[in-house]
């Protein structure tokens, strides 16, 4: 067994307060080791999103802690958690999340403009991530030229363009139809498979769910597992 | 549908506040601009009025031959004329009355003598002894006339009675007073001019010439009650003009206008002419014509606003739309018709379009209200307390209604296809800003091309240029975005390269950028506009006065005035000055005649006001004209005499008329004479000039002539004559003694003399022959140069034929004087427009010395750099200052109304930019805080998200906010030359300068600026803190 990328300890996130108030993360604990695919999993409402983005340094929780590869990041800054998202954490959102005035190339290049890579190096990474998810003939066109599962694609190329150790994926078919999510999921554990990141996704997908390494459910804010 | 919008207008409170806000801004506007172009104007055109020199006010009813019988009667009849003709304002008269000439008693020349009654004496003359006349048969005589005639307080006068065809019964006159007349008191008007004498006095009645005396001045009701018959009379009505309406003011121009006929009507027989002369109804048009200039000026600026808020109400309804696009989405889908939507709009934009001028009545009362109280309407005495007027009431409410149209337009916009709308805006954009330069440059044409009425094309000129200037600025930008692009690629980095590709490839708010861009243009052109008004008016302040202080003098100077001016000034130059006609040939071009401006061009850079072109002053383009060095002449002791002897050998008796040059310490030189004397070897004393301290006789002019009845065919006289003076006359090194120019060679072995107090002229004469022109002996004290160098305005110039170099001669008085023209100006001081040679005043009187002239031509008094102003106390005539006449161009009641709104122009375009810049920036708070949560994802810092946020705001309002002040910047070099008018609606003279004031546009930009970086960092700010989970989870 490899060591836990991830640690996850007594986690609780709470919104609002008094009789209003949600408890969207009731004390979680769990483990994601490296190199695995976890599919997170449970009804909408359930949680996963407030847990993915406690995960990756996007909400604070209010009890608990994360380990990112033995770093605790519930106790890092602002600058120290963009440090983390940079470096470590990548996204993939439901909604793509692209730039719209950028093009494929630029929008996976962005992470590597960000890291201040150099051009020569960021254009033959740029080629490198679009050749493997497909879209190398879509260098230039706009995420509004594109298809959904195409503009998913660019996500997932962006999101492994800075090398992270931790891709986080918040329902990345949840926009797409059923066939262009399956060849999304492939992408994703293909990335798994020769990359060696490590992916955290929530999805209902029953595929994604099989193609998943370890399937964790969440429910009320709570693991069910 | 009216419950719908009552729930939305509580939904969405702010937005619809954010509307209410811009259109109760732009009606407030339009409400204030309604005020000062009914309200204001009104009182203005009151002020004006009442403000109006007396001399331009007054309405003067001037009649002739009246029978002594009738004198009372066409007194009466006159003042009722002149009263009704200026009702309904109350009027005050002043009459004044001469007798026709009678025989002076004991007297064997024939001499005559005359009545005159003044009926506001006191203010006209000073009394030195005695007291004015109280009753019937007392009698003032000026100090002149009383001395001539050795009478003094307590003579007695008996005027024996003249035959019945020409009444004048006999009078016995006590004096009872001796008075000196007081320069400007009108004394031009009296038969003698108020000299109290004159040797050869003609009254138009006979041919004959006769030594006049007088007058003898009475009680004005004695003389017309005392059976004299008049042979002048004129009445001066002066009205009272405060509180004058335009109702009121139009009555009295067509009641003055009518007033010549009625009094010829009314007097019929009684008097055998009449007239009636006024200005006022010519200077009521003026002002009238004056107002209407500043009232296009003011609907100019109210078009600019309201396509300001126009453009503002765009933007926000624009954004407002975006926001409700999925309501109107699901309404749609919930079946409201498109009908039914276009009503919520119409209710909707009705129900802000009353609120607003509900709101915008009392805020534009209380604009003007402040307005009028701040310079420069307060110190033109427009200060008024907030007004409500129908007019204003109506504008608003329009106004408000109007610009409401465009919220509904652009609801309903809304709700076309997008396919559609898509296609028709491209091409509207293509086609609608190149038809606004179209139409830009028809308004600049027409512009360009009119007269001096105010139009349409006036009022709309400057809106249109500046809208088609931004429109224009607007496709300027996206290139200048596209190099940012395309540099931005080459870095490495990512937050300004993204906030670049933003800016660049984001498709901008076509309303947002358009507004922008015309309020920094209307800002800009609103700051240079109002100080190249000001600039235009303080030029051509200074060129029409064209020097710092000048006096009119009313009569003729005399020595020591130079000295009282300083004294009355402080003024660091006094100079005599000419400024008169000057005949030029036959003059053939246009306008008014050629002029003659001539004062002392060795301190021309401190006497000479107006403007010259490029780096010139008035010191180097009149540099040569003064002639070398000062004159040096006889000294005379104060109260000095002088007296001619002179006689001449031969058959034929001469005569002359001596004439003396006298120069005092100032530099003003008079002209002493007597009247013609035979020479016939007795002593002839020379009087009219009493020589003050530190005075010069500077030269001596003997012109030689036979004595009437005697005719000579070449005869040679030896003349000699000895000119006495009651001081030693010294050495006359420098004087020389020659022929009057042009020398006819008629005066030969000029010769020139000095012994004890004596100045010994002889010559030999030829008399007679075929010359036209008296020989004249000339001895001055100078050498004078043969032609007068002059400078020449461009009129003169171009209407003659003439540039630098050419030879003219000119026509001074009745002297021919060669000129030589040193240069040509655009324009000469104190004659702004006009064709006008300006020429040293030194140079000129040698020049028209040396040609039998010994005079100088002096009207006015140039003082340079006053310290104060107390010479209206001298009274010697009209004083125009620089100063005073700038502050009337630019701050008089009939003009403040321009600079005043010029001054709400630019806050409120200030405001509108902000407005609109906050709503732009407001919407994309809304509009992408996911995509901006996403950046934080992506592991941008927040300083980065906020570094990428401002920067693409900068990229595309730094590049917007210059091309708004380069488009005022054109506009002003374009437009504002042609906007400028002077008071009479004519192009200004000298010609409009643009002016951009660097400081105030460098900070108004820089405030721009700032308040821009303000409003887009506080969202950027906002933008990066809310950027994280809870938007991350709504995208979701």
């Known amino acids: ?225 | 549908m009216i419950a719908l919008v009552r729930r939305r207008a509580r939904a969405q409170w702010p937005v619809l506040a954010a509307l209410l806000a811009v259109v109760t801004l732009g009606a407030t506007l339009l409400g204030v601009c309604a005020l000062l172009v009914t309200r204001s104007a009104d009182v203005a055109l009151g002020v004006a009025a009442n403000r109006t020199d007396a001399e331009q006010s007054t309405v003067t009813a001037y009649t002739s031959s009246v029978s002594g019988p009738d004198a009372a009667a066409v007194v009466d009849a006159t003042r009722d004329v002149l009263t009704s003709a200026l009702a309904p304002f109350p009027a005050r008269t002043a009459a004044r009355a001469s007798s026709e000439l009678r025989p002076l008693p004991g007297r064997d020349d024939d001499a005559r003598t005359y009545l005159s009654g003044v009926e506001d004496l006191p203010d006209r003359a000073t009394l030195t002894s005695g007291h004015w006349p109280a009753a019937a048969g007392e009698a003032v005589l000026l100090e002149p006339t009383a001395e001539l005639l050795r009478l003094r307080v307590g003579s007695r006068v008996h005027l024996a009675a003249k035959p019945p065809e020409n009444p004048a019964p006999a009078v016995d006159l006590t004096v009872v007073g001796i008075a000196r007349p007081l320069p400007n008191g009108g004394w031009d008007r009296d038969l003698l001019a108020g000299t109290g004498y004159q040797a050869d006095f003609n009254d138009g009645s006979t041919m004959r010439r006769f030594p006049t005396y007088g007058p003898f001045l009475i009680g004005f009701d004695s003389l017309v009650t005392g059976g004299s018959s008049l042979s002048r009379m004129e009445i001066v009505a002066r009205p009272d003009l405060s509180g004058a309406t335009p109702a009121t003011l139009a009555t009295v121009a067509t009641g003055v206008r009518d007033a010549d006929p009625r009094l010829t009507g009314t007097l019929g027989e009684r008097a055998k002419l009449t007239r009636v002369a006024s200005e006022l109804a010519d200077t009521l048009r003026a002002q009238q014509h004056q107002q209407n200039i500043t009232e296009a000026a003011v609907l100019a600026v109210a078009v600019l606003a309201t396509v300001l808020t126009a453009v503002a109400l765009a933007l926000a309804g624009r954004l407002t739309a975006g926001l409700r696009a999925a309501e109107t989405s699901l309404l749609s889908a919930m079946g409201a018709s498109p009908v039914q939507r276009a009503v919520t709009a119409v209710v909707e934009a009705g129900a802000i379009a009353l609120v607003a001028a509900a709101l915008a009545v009392p805020l534009s009362a209380l604009v003007h209200s402040g307005l009028s109280h701040l310079p420069p309407m307060a110190g033109a005495g427009l200060a008024t307390g907030p007004v409500l007027a129908g007019a204003q009431v109506l504008v608003v409410v329009a106004g408000a209604l109007s610009l409401t149209v465009v919220l509904v337009l652009i609801a309903l916009r809304a709700e076309a296809p997008h396919g559609d709308r898509g296609r028709r805006e491209v091409l509207a954009r293509s086609g609608a800003d190149l038809l606004l330069v179209a139409f830009a440059a028809l308004g600049w044409w027409q512009l360009h091309a009119r007269g001096t009425d105010t139009g349409l094309i006036e009022v709309l000129a400057p809106a249109l240029l500046l809208i088609a200037g931004a429109a224009l600025a607007l496709r300027l930008v996206p290139p200048a975005l596209r190099v940012a692009d395309r540099l931005a690629r080459r870095s490495d980095g990512l937050p300004l390269p993204l906030a670049a590709f933003e800016a660049a490839r984001r498709p901008q708010a076509a309303a947002a950028g358009l507004l922008i861009c015309l309020a920094a243009a209307t800002a800009t052109f609103g700051l240079s506009f109002d100080d190249t008004w000001h600039r235009s008016q303080r030029d051509q302040a200074a060129l029409a006065v064209g020097t710092d202080l000048a006096v009119a003098l009313a009569v003729p100077p005399m020595a020591g005035q130079g000295a009282a001016i300083t004294a009355a000034t402080g003024a660091a130059v006094v100079s005599p000055a000419a400024d008169r006609g000057l005949a030029i040939g036959q003059w053939i071009g246009a306008g008014t005649p050629p002029r003659l401006v001539a004062a002392d061009t060795t301190h021309a850079n401190e006497l000479f006001r107006g403007r010259v072109p490029g780096d010139q002053d008035w010191a180097t383009l009149t540099r040569g004209l003064a002639p070398g060095g000062p004159v040096h002449g006889v000294p005379l002791p104060a109260g000095s005499s002088f007296a001619v002897s002179a006689t001449g050998t031969g058959d034929i008796p001469l005569t002359t008329t001596p004439a003396l040059l006298l120069q005092d310490s100032s530099g003003l030189r008079t002209t002493c004479t007597t009247a013609a004397f035979t020479l016939d070897g007795a002593r002839h004393p020379i009087t009219g000039c009493v020589p003050v301290d530190g005075m010069q006789l500077i030269a001596v002019a003997l012109p030689l002539d036979t004595a009437p009845g005697y005719f000579s065919a070449g005869d040679i006289s030896a003349v000699t004559a000895e000119l006495r003076l009651s001081a030693p006359v010294g050495e006359l090194g420098t004087w020389t003694v020659a022929s009057a120019l042009p020398d006819s060679g008629q005066v030969l072995t000029p010769a020139l003399a000095a012994t004890g107090t004596t100045v010994r002229l002889t010559a030999k004469v030829q008399l007679g022959g075929s010359w036209n022109q008296t020989p004249t002996l000339v001895a001055t004290a100078f050498r004078a140069p043969r032609t007068v160098p002059v400078i020449i305005s461009r009129t003169l110039a171009d209407g003659i034929g003439v540039t630098t170099g050419s030879h003219l001669d000119v026509l001074v008085g009745n002297t021919g004087v060669p000129v030589d023209v040193a240069g040509v100006v655009p324009d000469v001081p104190s004659a702004p427009g006009a064709a006008a040679v300006l020429a040293d005043l030194d140079t000129l009187t040698r020049v028209l010395t040396a040609h039998g002239d010994p005079q100088s031509p002096v009207d006015a008094w140039w003082a340079a750099a006053p310290a104060r102003n107390d010479v209206a106390a001298l009274h010697l005539g009209t004083v125009t200052t620089r100063t005073g006449e700038s502050a009337r161009l630019t701050a008089g009641p009939l003009n403040a109304g321009l600079p005043a709104v010029l001054r709400l122009l630019v806050p409120a375009a200030v405001l509108l930019l902000f407005a609109g810049m906050i709503l732009h920036v407001t919407h994309d708070l809304r509009d992408r805080a996911v995509e901006v949560a996403r950046l934080r994802g992506l592991g941008l810092t927040g300083r980065q998200i906020r570094t990428v946020l401002l920067g693409q705001h900068a990229f595309v309002l730094i590049p917007l906010l210059f091309a708004g002040a380069l488009v005022g910047a054109l506009a002003t070099w374009i437009i504002t030359p042609l906007m400028v008018r002077s008071e009479t609606g004519a192009p200004p003279v000298p010609e409009v300068a643009p002016v951009w004031p660097w400081a105030a546009e460098s900070l108004l930009i820089l405030v721009l600026v700032a308040g821009c970086s303000a409003a887009a960092g506080i969202v950027a700010t906002i933008q990066a803190r809310r950027a994280g989970a809870a938007q991350l989870r709504v995208a979701s």
């Open chain 1, 1 to 225: 067994m490899t060591a836990p990328l991830v640690t996850v300890r007594g986690i609780s996130r709470t919104f609002g307060a008094g009789p209003t108030a949600v408890h969207a993360l009731r004390d979680v604990s769990f483990d994601v080791e490296a190199g695995r695919m976890v599919a997170l999993v449970g009804r909408s409402g359930s949680g996963k999103t407030t847990l993915l983005n406690v995960i990756g340094g996007l909400d604070r929780p209010d009890a608990g802690s994360v380990l990112i590869d033995g770093e605790d990041i519930t106790g890092l800054d602002e600058d120290g958690l963009s440090q983390l998202r940079r470096d470590k954490v990548s996204y993939v959102f439901q909604t793509f999340g692209l730039i719209p005035v950028l093009s494929a190339a630029e929008n996976v290049g962005a992470p590597l403009r960000l890291a201040r890579t150099p051009a020569a190096d960021r254009e033959q990474r740029v080629r490198l991530l679009l050749d493997l998810v497909g879209l190398a003939d879509h260098a230039e066109q706009r995420p509004g030229e594109l298809s959904g599962g195409q503009q998913q694609r660019v996500a997932i190329a962006r999101a492994l363009a800075a090398s992270p150790r931790l891709l986080i994926a918040d329902e990345p078919t949840g926009q797409l139809d059923a066939d262009t999510g399956r060849s999304v999921m492939a992408l994703l554990r293909g990335v798994v498979e020769s990359e060696g990141v490590t992916v955290l996704v929530s999805t209902h997908d029953p595929v994604m769910m099989a193609l998943a390494d370890r399937v964790v459910r969440i429910g009320d804010g709570r693991l069910e597992q």
